[in-house]
């Protein structure tokens, strides 16, 4: 009779992570994006994107970093957060974020994730595809275009060259007053000399 083994550590099924979308809090004027993401097979996440779509036109990727225990201890005073959210366990869920700044417009968003295999993350309330962004913060206010930032450069550079000058002109002052009391001291000195 024969016997046959099965090495069940040599069958493995690779299982989408999956996304759940935690929504974005304001702190201090900025942005905070923020994203659970879980893997049942423990898999770390390979790839880590958040995607900014600005005024309908795709506008930043930025990689998310994930919450260690010492980036959640700065973050308790802001909010609460779940330790199981960022004790290195990704089966139970790990929370991953994105700190930034945005100019004025209208922004929608989305995620792209992969484990460690390649496995591309799925999530029911988290948008995978900028045909699935969701809205995100309009922020308003004056949108500068380049023409006004080329304004703003041409005046700056003409009040620094305006300084140059009033210092340069304040030097020459200074040098002519130095040089007429020097010539003045050696008429001085000569008289003393010739009485």
């Known amino acids: 009779m024969k016997r046959y083994f099965i090495n069940f550590d040599a069958i493995y099924t690779?299982?989408?992570?999956?996304?759940?979308?935690?929504?974005?809090i304001t702190?201090?004027?900025?942005?905070?994006?923020?994203?659970?993401?879980?893997?049942r097979n423990n898999d770390s996440a390979n790839?880590?994107?958040l995607h900014l779509i600005k005024d309908d036109e795709p506008y930043q990727q930025n990689e998310l970093k994930l919450i260690t225990p010492d980036i959640a201890d700065k973050m308790q005073n802001q909010f609460e957060l779940n330790p199981v959210l960022y004790d290195g366990?990704?089966?139970?869920?790990?929370?991953?974020?994105?700190?930034?700044?945005?100019i004025p417009g209208k922004y929608r968003y989305y995620f792209e994730f992969e484990d460690s295999n390649g496995a591309p993350a799925q999530g029911e309330n988290a948008p995978l595809s900028q045909d699935s962004a969701i809205k995100g913060p309009t922020i308003e206010g004056e949108q500068k275009d380049d023409a006004?930032?080329?304004?703003?450069?041409t005046l700056i550079t003409v009040l620094i060259l305006i300084?140059?000058?009033v210092i340069l002109l304040g030097l020459s002052i200074v040098s002519r007053k130095s040089r007429y009391e020097t010539l003045k001291e050696d008429a001085e000195s000569e008289e003393d000399l010739s009485e």
């Open 47 to 49: 790839k880590s994107v």
């Open 89 to 102: 366990n990704y089966r139970n869920g790990e929370l991953f974020y994105l700190e930034v700044e945005l």
């Open 14 to 24: 690779s299982l989408a992570p999956e996304l759940t979308n935690l929504g974005i």
């Open 163 to 165: 300084i140059i000058i």
């Open 148 to 153: 006004d930032t080329d304004e703003d450069l």
């Open 27 to 39: 702190v201090d004027g900025k942005y905070l994006f923020l994203v659970e993401y879980q893997d």
